[in-house]
């Protein structure tokens, strides 16, 4: 199992704070009920017509990462999210999605659900 889940979705009033954002990563950590391997870290970013918080964690599994752009004028962006959570370790799309919209107060636009792993390695592999 290697599901990938890649998310977009909208805020009104997007959070531009770092600490939010590492806290909305422990929280997904703990929510998919997975280990943190590196702790989470963000940061602010000022760069015209990118405005906003990047953040990302390094779980036991694989990663998860986020970029929420600022609802300001002049940025291509407002108020966009995009965020992914890969892992090797089974997990429930659903409940992230309900995750980030509730932590986030954001609303889905779309998600994508990929599944990463190799059957045919898979298959090899077990003979």
Not at 22 to 37: A, Y
Not at 104 to 127: E, M
Request: glycine residues 4%; charged residues 15%.
């Amino acid at each position: 199992m290697h599901k990938h889940l890649v998310v977009t979705a909208l805020a009104d009033n997007p959070t531009n704070s770092p600490d939010v954002v590492i806290e909305f990563l422990n929280r997904l950590v703990n929510l998919v009920d997975m280990q943190v391997f590196m702790e989470p870290r963000a940061k602010y970013c000022d760069d015209p017509c990118n405005s906003g918080v990047t953040g990302d964690v390094v779980i036991t599994t694989s990663h998860a990462s986020i970029h929420i752009w600022d609802n300001l004028p002049g940025n291509p962006y407002p108020g966009l999210i995009q965020m992914d959570l890969y892992s090797c370790k089974n997990f429930n799309p659903h409940d992230v999605l309900d995750f980030i919209e509730e932590f986030l107060s954001a609303t889905i636009s779309s998600y994508q659900v990929i599944d990463r792993g190799l059957p045919s390695y898979a298959a090899s592999a077990a003979a």
